[in-house]
Nanobody, 123 residues
Framework: QVQLVESGGGLVQEGGSLRLSCAAS????????MGWFRQAPGKEREFVGG????????VYADSVKGRFTISRDNAKNTVSLQMNSLKPNDTAVYYC????????????????WGQGTQVTVSS
């Protein structure tokens, strides 16, 4: 089993930045793909981005491409999501996820989930 705990959420003004972190425990995730999803009120959970086990490959949703960056530190069992130029429609609960498989853009492609951290962007 893998336990994931997100941190770093909060309230930020439009155009601002936030950095989310996700700490994994239970077993090393250095061979796992890691990802981020988000869910706004009344909407389905959507893919934000993912990073391969080595960090050599990243995939982003079109809505965040060029603004968000995923990175990982396998020695520390952590993954981060740097969010710049935030917009009000980025407001959502952000979830960290991991899988021993490849990066997937759908929820069912991931095995482990954190509890989420709230990000609110005010206009």
């Amino acid at each position: 089993q893998v336990q994931l705990v997100e941190s770093g959420g909060g309230l930020v003004q439009e155009g601002g930045s936030l950095r989310l972190s996700c700490a994994a425990s239970g077993r090393p995730v250095r061979s796992y793909a890691m990802g981020w999803f988000r869910q706004a009120p009344g909407k389905e959970r959507e893919f934000v981005g993912g990073i391969s086990w080595s960090g050599g490959s990243t995939v982003y949703a079109d809505s965040v491409k060029g603004r968000f960056t995923i990175s990982r530190d396998n020695a520390k069992n952590t993954v981060s999501l740097q969010m710049n130029s935030l917009k009000p429609n980025d407001t959502a609960v952000y979830y960290c996820t991991s899988s021993p498989g490849r990066i997937s853009t759908v929820v069912r492609g991931w095995d482990y989930w954190g509890q989420g951290t709230q990000v609110t962007v005010s206009s």
